[in-house]
């Protein structure tokens, strides 16, 4: 900047500016200011960070709601018609971290191998792996109930009620494979005859997986959303098994997301 002599006194100190050069810069900001605010830049910025985007559900696929918060977080929202097909950020870390301080110490080691097995399996399948672990958290009371404990049963399959057909219930030998037994049962439901085409080669048999993979295609069974397994996978007492799944993700994601589950558990 060039240093300006006073009118008045004819000398000026170094370093300080006139009045003259103050009014210039200011009108150069200011012209500055208002065409950014012309363009529309100081509007998107407060967009961005006062006013979330939501992004609505995909009407025909039935998938969650994702909205993007303030920080740019994607929170899940899940309800009984959403798809049982989708993609999701959260990994087996943050789900078995949501979960853990309700886990059975002896269990934690083979519900992490299922978990981890699972999510792997569901990203190759284009299952939602939110899904299918609240799934396996109902169906398990969260790792407590004693066909998780004593047989691996991931999701009650084939515990029907029938102690004949209880007893004759699949067991697995660990937690990795629960997680094949569990996603050849949904694969069964969500492609039926048509499994060849998404079962890759390179892993067990559907029937080795899951003894009971013929059951749902020979009964006819088809499930796209949540609400389709109600009364077909599991006939709950209130008619409302889609529902406690879509509680079951949603506490599930939110917990993941936040990095911890409960205490104690919720029913």
């Not at 006139?18 to 810069?25: D, I, P, Q, S, V």
């Not at 792996?129 to 790792?143: I, K, R």
Request: with cysteine.
């Amino acid at each position: 900047m060039t240093i300006r002599r006073s009118a008045r006194t004819g000398s000026h100190r170094p370093g300080e500016v006139t009045g003259e050069a103050t009014r210039r810069l200011m009108a150069a900001a200011m012209a500055c200011f208002l065409l950014l605010l012309s363009q529309g830049a100081f509007a998107t910025v407060a967009t961005a960070r006062h006013e979330p985007t939501v992004v609505p559900a995909t009407p025909v696929g039935g998938t969650p709601a994702a909205t993007a918060d303030g920080d740019g977080e994607t929170t899940i929202s899940y309800t009984p018609d959403s798809s049982i097909m989708g993609e999701t950020r959260i990994t087996a870390p943050a789900v078995f971290a949501a979960i853990h301080n309700v886990l059975p110490v002896e269990e934690r080691y083979e519900v992490w191998s299922y978990l981890k097995t699972l999510s792997v399996l569901c990203e190759t399948l284009g299952l939602d792996f939110v899904v299918m672990a609240a799934q396996w958290d109902l169906e398990t009371d969260t790792g407590r109930s004693l066909w998780w404990r004593e047989r691996k049963n991931p999701a009650g399959i084939g515990v029907t009620g029938d102690p004949a057909q209880n007893e004759a219930s699949q067991t697995w030998p660990d937690g990795a494979a629960a997680a094949y037994g569990h996603v050849a049962h949904m694969v069964a439901y969500v492609w039926g005859k048509e499994w060849e085409t998404v079962w890759p080669d390179n892993w067990p048999g559907p029937l080795e997986a899951d003894q009971r993979f013929n059951a749902p295609i020979n009964a006819g069974y088809h499930a796209d959303r949540l609400i389709d397994l109600n009364n077909t996978w599991a006939v709950d007492p209130q008619a409302n098994y889609h529902g406690k799944l879509a509680s079951r993700a949603n506490r599930i994601a939110g917990d993941a997301r936040l990095g911890a589950g409960p205490v104690l558990s919720i029913p």
